[in-house]
């Protein structure tokens, strides 16, 4: 695997590039959404800014760390931030593993294919470039927006599920997991 950070990555519509400070608040509004933390969230977060942006600004001080993957994704043409996406190493220490991607989109971005490219794009420099082999990931069984798209990324569901507590939701929530691999991937239709 190589470490490479969070290189820019451009899309025919989307920049994706290392969360920057400017991004830091209009991210945080976008995760402060019902709609959007519901199923993504499985840590605390301050809904009143000035709790929450030393953990923001945490986080931005190893962005530039070549073992981060973390973008924001932007729309081209209007230089809006709409989301975040990012890919996760496993949990063994010293084992350098991919196990987890996971994005969110604003609400009025939704439903217009810009999740579908920035993870395709960030799958792409992760198989070719960083040249990770495969990526496990799941997605809440009631969330059929976030497993549909895991599919039509070439993701396969396994035979296994469990339960993830998302910070919102009162009780533990069923998930699907997926797994995909660089060939898969690769030879997928793009």
Known sequence: ??????????????ILRKTEEEDLKKLWEILKKEEINKYYLTTKI?????KEKKWQYKKLEKASNSDVFCWTIIIKDTNTVIGQISVQEGPVPDVLEIRD?????DIPY???????????????????????????TSAACVNPGSWKLMEKLAFKRLDT??????????????????????????????
């Open 110 to 136: 939704q439903r217009q294919g810009y999740a579908y490219e920035a993870a395709n794009a960030v799958l792409d420099y992760m198989f070719t470039d960083v040249e990770i082999e495969e990526i496990e």
């Open 46 to 50: 301050n809904f009143v800014w000035e």
């Open 1 to 14: 695997m190589n470490l490479l950070g969070s290189k820019k990555i451009e899309t025919k519509r989307l």
């Open 101 to 105: 991607i996971g994005w969110f989109i």
């Open 161 to 190: 599920t469990h339960f993830v507590k998302y910070t919102f939701v009162d009780e533990p929530i069923k998930v699907y997991e997926y797994k995909l691999v660089k060939k898969d991937f690769l030879n997928k239709e793009r």
